[in-house]
Nanobody
Framework: VQLQASGGGLVQAGGSLRLSCAASGRTFSSGAMGWFRQAPGKEREFVVAISWSGGSTSYADSVKGRFTAPRDNAKNTVYLQMNSLKPEDTAVYYC?????????????????WGQGTQVTVSS
């Protein structure tokens, strides 16, 4: 079971970036998926979680209205569309998958993790 995150990079404040997380080894068409991030010197924090159908989502207050997380179960892929980026969004972003269907924010409730991709937002 592997989650491969990609799409990170350097972007100016106010810009956009889209991350991808592709799952291989098994499908997650019934489980929820999530994105987390860890900034330098800080603990990893929840960003967004999305149900298997995409119909249920949960966002951290800090990204509401700016980030969305569509998923394509046919491709076993979840995305993180990040708009209006701010310097405080700079972090390593991780995707995660869980076997359960519930949309949750607790990282201990996720069963599989990707390797992380760096996002840097310059001011």
């Amino acid at each position: 079971v592997q989650l491969q995150a990609s799409g990170g990079g350097l972007v100016q404040a106010g810009g956009s970036l889209r991350l991808s997380c592709a799952a291989s080894g098994r499908t997650f068409s019934s489980g929820a998926m999530g994105w987390f991030r860890q900034a330098p010197g800080k603990e990893r924090e929840f960003v967004v979680a999305i149900s298997w159908s995409g119909g249920s989502t949960s966002y951290a207050d800090s990204v509401k209205g700016r980030f969305t997380a569509p998923r394509d179960n046919a491709k076993n892929t979840v995305y993180l569309q990040m708009n209006s980026l701010k310097p405080e969004d700079t972090a390593v972003y991780y995707c995660a998958a869980r076997l359960g269907r519930a949309v949750v924010a607790g990282e201990r409730l996720y069963d599989y993790w990707g390797q992380g991709t760096q996002v840097t937002v310059s001011s």
